[in-house]
């Protein structure tokens, strides 16, 4: 059975950091690229962050660029974004997405990450 758990998102002040994790399991995680995406209230999803399956290559939105960075640690099976220097636009829901050739991917259920003083 494949599952994606996301975990760590909250409730953070402007300027603050949060890091979330995405555990995998149920499919071969080191053979996936993993994706984070987001999707504000009222707005469309939006993809974050991506890391190639051996985390050699890391690309990212612009609006998150300088602030987000993208890892995972293949030997626990999971995916992180820390985020720092968070802005009141980040608010969303995070979702953790695994992509294997282009054709299989599997979702999370998404975790809140609300920035607001």
């Known amino acids: 059975q494949v599952q994606l758990v996301e975990s760590g998102g909250g409730l953070v002040q402007p300027g603050g950091s949060l890091r979330l994790s995405c555990a995998a399991s149920?499919?071969?995680?080191?053979?996936?690229?993993m994706r984070w995406y987001r999707q504000a209230p009222g707005k469309e999803r939006e993809l974050v962050a991506i890391?190639?399956?051996?985390?050699?290559?890391?690309v990212y939105a612009d609006s998150v660029k300088g602030r987000f960075t993208i890892s995972r640690d293949n030997a626990k099976n999971t995916v992180y974004l820390q985020m720092n220097s968070l802005k009141p636009e980040d608010t969303a829901v995070y979702y953790c997405?695994?992509?294997?050739?282009?054709?299989?991917?599997?979702w999370g259920q998404g975790t809140q990450v609300t920035i607001s003083s």
């Open positions: 149920g499919f071969t995680f080191r053979n996936y690229a």
């Open positions: 890391i190639g399956s051996t985390g050699g290559s890391t």
């Open positions: 997405n695994a992509l294997y050739a282009l054709d299989v991917e599997y």
